[in-house]
């Protein structure tokens, strides 16, 4: 079994900066995606950023130039640093992790996290 815990939400200014955290814990041997998602009310889920155990980033055109994903592999522990805040980007953030190894060898896939609200406003 795999868990991911999200922390870092809140309210924030437009043109602000908020850093999103995702702890991954469990039996994992090895993690080969994470990727951080969002929801905005009434709208559907929306890939914002992800990487690969290889290091591999892959953004969302709106976030791209804004917000940096990063992973340190060794705490399975990923992040969502966000720049420039925009009224937009409010919604709550979900953390994915898909193909996960396990420490007995076995695969799962596509686990996610609680959430954390991410508001921008005035």
């Known amino acids: 079994q795999v868990h991911l815990v999200e922390s870092g939400g809140g309210l924030v200014q437009p043109g602000g900066s908020l850093t999103l955290s995702c702890a991954a814990s469990g039996s994992i041997r090895s993690i080969y995606v994470m990727g951080w998602y969002r929801q905005a009310p009434g709208k559907q889920r929306e890939l914002v950023a992800d990487?690969?155990?290889?290091?591999?980033?892959n953004y969302a055109d709106s976030v791209s130039g804004r917000f940096t994903i990063s992973k340190v592999h060794t705490k399975n522990m990923l992040y969502l640093q966000m720049n420039s805040l925009k009224p937009e980007d409010t919604a709550v953030y979900y953390c994915h992790a898909d193909r996960i190894v396990t420490t007995d060898l076995r695969y799962e896939y596509d686990y996610w996290g609680q959430g954390t609200q991410v508001t921008v406003s005035t």
């Open positions: 990487i690969t155990s290889g290091g591999t980033t």
